[in-house]
């Protein structure tokens, strides 16, 4: 008996290993291939690069049927394995939606291209003169969950700035992602540019996934896009270089001076406009002086939108169908129709609130009350800060830099939204005459 029981054993490691070596000979062959592809890239210009991103838009209108069809199976899956509104309202797509991402790559093709730009120069007394250049990274990893907008918003940042980008998509959107890289593939194909600009990790094992985070021989950054468990999961494990984005709890502090004709409004889009991003107000504090004549008016705008509230002992007070806030809730993200809320003393309190329960990510206050506002721009750490405005502009869109690759919220090479710039980096080109040291 146990001579069989060891004999199994030799066989399932003989198999473990044999799937692992199969894992590694995929992923190897991508990463061969996305550097020979960034070596290609970086020679193209910069009209042959918005040339391919047109070509690519056109091929998304021409393809909806076919990119809707691969979306409904993964949309119908995700409804039935009970998915919540949040993660569906971002894994569904469109012809909306697929017109919007094909119109990101026509607003990334007007926008100037980083790559080559002189950030500085200067000469040294030897006579060398340095320049400070803008380049590509290379190659550019994503991981990333349901959003299969991601695909075309990756590829576009990453093409026009001479990165080949690998992605891994998450599992529900597998069908999703398979055919819109397919499409962009197509069109750079017939552009005669090579198609291992975007590749796609088809294959859902996570053994594959840790795997990918591994693959330091190929990959010079990683970007991970999705929930605080995905981002957390590739910090802890990546050897790759990580630009950590995504999760936001989100908070607006409505102080004892502020617009409460505004407020409202102001909540209630960055609440409710749409749930399942990472720049929706998750939590709300309001000054315990204007609680009285705030909360009523805004408790019955946030249940005509369905929202949950859950609040401490005053809000309770003021909204009886509040339900009592923990100390969780203060840091959660919900991504859904629920927000916490608290009351506080001063601007000092909601500041010191915040930054104890935020991610970094998007804070606002509303007041008219110019010291408290500068106050809270300048203590708040987080990549954006607001000051009478909804957090849900933090987005590289609403910010000018077309799509986006992530909100960074971290502080080293990149902060906030990332667009072309963020996926460069630079090199010094140094010209001399025959000097020696």
């Given at each position: 008996?146990?001579?069989?029981?060891?004999?199994?054993?030799?066989?399932?490691?003989?198999?473990?290993?044999?799937?692992?070596?199969?894992?590694?000979?995929?992923?190897?062959?991508?990463?061969?291939?996305?550097?020979?592809?960034?070596?290609?890239?970086?020679?193209?210009?910069?009209?042959?690069?918005?040339?391919?991103?047109?070509?690519?838009?056109?091929?998304?209108?021409?393809?909806?049927?076919?990119?809707?069809?691969?979306?409904?199976?993964?949309?119908?899956?995700?409804?039935?394995?009970?998915?919540?509104?949040?993660?569906?309202?971002?894994?569904?797509?469109?012809?909306?939606?697929i017109k919007a991402m094909a119109e990101g790559l026509q607003q990334i093709v007007c926008?100037?291209?980083?790559?080559?730009?002189?950030?500085?120069?200067?000469?040294?007394?030897?006579?060398?003169?340095?320049?400070?250049?803008?380049?590509?990274?290379?190659?550019?990893?994503?991981?990333?969950?349901?959003?299969?907008?991601?695909?075309?918003?990756?590829?576009?940042?990453?093409?026009?700035?001479?990165?080949?980008?690998?992605?891994?998509?998450?599992?529900?959107?597998?069908?999703?992602?398979?055919?819109?890289?397919?499409?962009?593939?197509?069109?750079?194909?017939?552009?005669?540019?090579?198609?291992?600009?975007?590749?796609?990790?088809?294959?859902?094992?996570?053994?594959?996934?840790?795997?990918?985070?591994?693959?330091?021989?190929?990959?010079?950054v990683l970007i991970p896009r999705g929930g605080a468990g995905l981002i957390r999961a590739?910090?802890?494990?990546?050897?790759?270089?990580?630009?950590?984005?995504?999760?936001?709890?989100?908070?607006?502090?409505?102080?004892?001076?502020?617009?409460?004709?505004?407020?409202?409004?102001?909540?209630?889009?960055?609440?409710?406009?749409r749930i399942g991003v990472c720049n929706a107000c998750e939590s709300l504090l309001i000054?315990?002086?204007?609680?009285?004549?705030?909360?009523?008016?805004?408790?019955?705008?946030?249940?005509?939108?369905?929202?949950?509230?859950?609040?401490?002992?005053?809000?309770?007070?003021?909204?009886?169908?509040?339900?009592?806030?923990?100390?969780?809730?203060?840091?959660?993200?919900?991504?859904?129709?629920?927000?916490?809320?608290?009351?506080?003393?001063?601007?000092?309190?909601?500041?010191?609130?915040?930054?104890?329960?935020?991610?970094?990510?998007?804070?606002?206050?509303?007041?008219?009350?110019?010291?408290?506002?500068?106050?809270?721009?300048?203590?708040?750490?987080?990549?954006?800060?607001?000051?009478?405005?909804?957090?849900?502009?933090?987005?590289?869109?609403?910010?000018?830099?077309?799509?986006?690759?992530?909100?960074?919220?971290?502080?080293?090479?990149?902060?906030?939204?990332?667009?072309?710039?963020?996926?460069?980096?630079?090199?010094?080109?140094?010209?001399?005459?025959?000097?020696?040291?």
């Amino acid at each position: 008996m146990f001579t069989g029981m060891l004999k199994y054993g030799i066989i399932y490691k003989k198999s473990q290993n044999a799937e692992k070596g199969k894992r590694m000979e995929y992923l190897d062959k991508l990463g061969q291939n996305a550097v020979a592809a960034k070596y290609e890239l970086q020679k193209l210009s910069t009209a042959d690069k918005n040339a391919a991103l047109q070509a690519a838009a056109a091929a998304l209108i021409s393809a909806t049927d076919r990119i809707l069809e691969a979306n409904r199976i993964d949309y119908e899956r995700a409804v039935a394995n009970g998915m919540s509104d949040g993660l569906l309202d971002r894994l569904k797509l469109t012809p909306e939606r697929i017109k919007a991402m094909a119109e990101g790559l026509q607003q990334i093709v007007c926008l100037e291209d980083p790559v080559g730009t002189i950030i500085e120069s200067f000469d040294r007394p030897n006579g060398l003169k340095i320049d400070k250049v803008r380049v590509p990274m290379g190659v550019i990893g994503i991981i990333y969950e349901a959003r299969p907008n991601v695909t075309a918003d990756a590829f576009g940042l990453c093409f026009k700035t001479g990165n080949a980008v690998i992605l891994k998509g998450g599992r529900d959107a597998v069908n999703s992602n398979t055919a819109i890289t397919e499409v962009v593939r197509e069109a750079l194909e017939v552009k005669k540019i090579t198609a291992d600009a975007i590749q796609l990790i088809r294959d859902n094992d996570r053994a594959v996934t840790t795997a990918f985070m591994k693959l330091k021989q190929y990959v010079d950054v990683l970007i991970p896009r999705g929930g605080a468990g995905l981002i957390r999961a590739v910090v802890e494990n990546s050897t790759i270089p990580v630009i950590e984005t995504g999760t936001g709890n989100c908070h607006i502090y409505v102080d004892e001076d502020a617009d409460l004709d505004k407020a409202v409004p102001i909540i209630i889009n960055a609440k409710t406009q749409r749930i399942g991003v990472c720049n929706a107000c998750e939590s709300l504090l309001i000054h315990e002086k204007i609680a009285e004549k705030l909360l009523p008016v805004l408790g019955r705008a946030l249940q005509e939108k369905k929202v949950e509230m859950r609040g401490d002992a005053r809000v309770r007070q003021l909204l009886p169908e509040a339900l009592e806030a923990t100390e969780e809730d203060y840091g959660t993200e919900y991504l859904d129709y629920i927000i916490s809320m608290k009351t506080v003393a001063s601007v000092d309190e909601a500041i010191l609130h915040i930054n104890r329960y935020n991610t970094k990510h998007s804070d606002a206050i509303l007041t008219q009350n110019r010291e408290h506002a500068e106050q809270f721009l300048r203590e708040i750490d987080s990549a954006c800060v607001y000051v009478n405005a909804s957090t849900r502009f933090t987005d590289g869109f609403e910010f000018g830099f077309g799509a986006e690759i992530g909100i960074s919220t971290q502080k080293l090479h990149a902060r906030g939204p990332m667009g072309l710039k963020e996926l460069t980096t630079y090199k010094y080109l140094i010209r001399g005459n025959g000097q020696v040291r």
